[in-house]
């Protein structure tokens, strides 16, 4: 009996499914304080990330997914994909990215022309976004930051749960491959989830490729 009580406990700590919402909401609330300062130092130890990211990111991914990326504009110490969108676009990506629309939904709008188009706005959260004017269009690779992820594909977001809705709406008319852009310290034994959290394929560092969605498929 006590060999079996451990083993609960055991499952109720290593598996998030086990766990009641506030609890869960808990978890993430503690996790995200600590990969927070986890990623602020990764990201000082490493300016030169984001090259480093473009150069060894594999082309297959857009070759096969693309040509309508989603990217993102860095902002506080997320991983800047800035370099490697810059590269998809020599290779003929076109470039959106996500509108935090005023029914707090995210769309993916056309870029123009990058950071310094004047189609960007300032957005809520501190996003740096498409004008309502842009163009909304549909990708198929969409690169997310991120605060933690695991060797499941689970993603530590901010808690807004603007990706899980954006990829439940994407995936309704479609397929969408689902990649994490982030440090590879930033990987954890267990990010707890909800229901609603959506699992990553793929994660790329500056250091290598994971392939969630192939551990996942070994795993079953």
Do not use: C
Request: cysteine-free; aromatic content about 6%; hydrophobic content about 45%.
């Amino acid at each position: 009996m006590r060999a079996h009580a451990r083993q609960q406990e055991r499952a109720t700590l290593t598996d998030p499914t086990a766990n009641g919402a506030a609890e869960i909401a808990e978890q993430k609330a503690i996790l995200r304080g600590h990969m927070k300062e986890i990623r602020a130092e990764a990201a000082a130890r490493d300016p030169d990330a984001g090259e480093r990211l473009a150069t060894r990111f594999p082309l297959k991914l857009y070759e096969r997914y693309g040509p309508v990326v989603a990217g993102y504009i860095a902002m506080r110490d997320e991983l800047d994909p800035a370099p490697l969108l810059a590269r998809l676009a020599g290779q003929g990506a076109r470039i959106v990215l996500p509108r935090v629309e005023a029914d707090n939904a995210m769309t993916f709008r056309d870029a123009g022309q990058g950071v310094a188009s004047p189609i960007l706005e300032k957005g809520p959260f501190g996003l740096t976004q498409p004008s309502a004017a842009a163009e909304i269009v549909r990708p198929n690779l969409v690169l997310a930051p991120l605060l933690a992820f695991d060797a499941r594909g689970r993603r530590l977001g901010y808690g807004k749960g603007h990706y899980d809705r954006a990829i439940s709406a994407l995936r309704s008319t479609g397929r969408v491959f689902y990649l994490g852009l982030g440090y590879a310290q930033q990987q954890v034994d267990v990010v707890p989830v909800d229901r609603h959290d959506f699992l990553l394929d793929w994660v790329e560092t500056p250091l290598n490729s994971i392939p969630l969605f192939l551990g996942r498929a070994v795993a079953r």
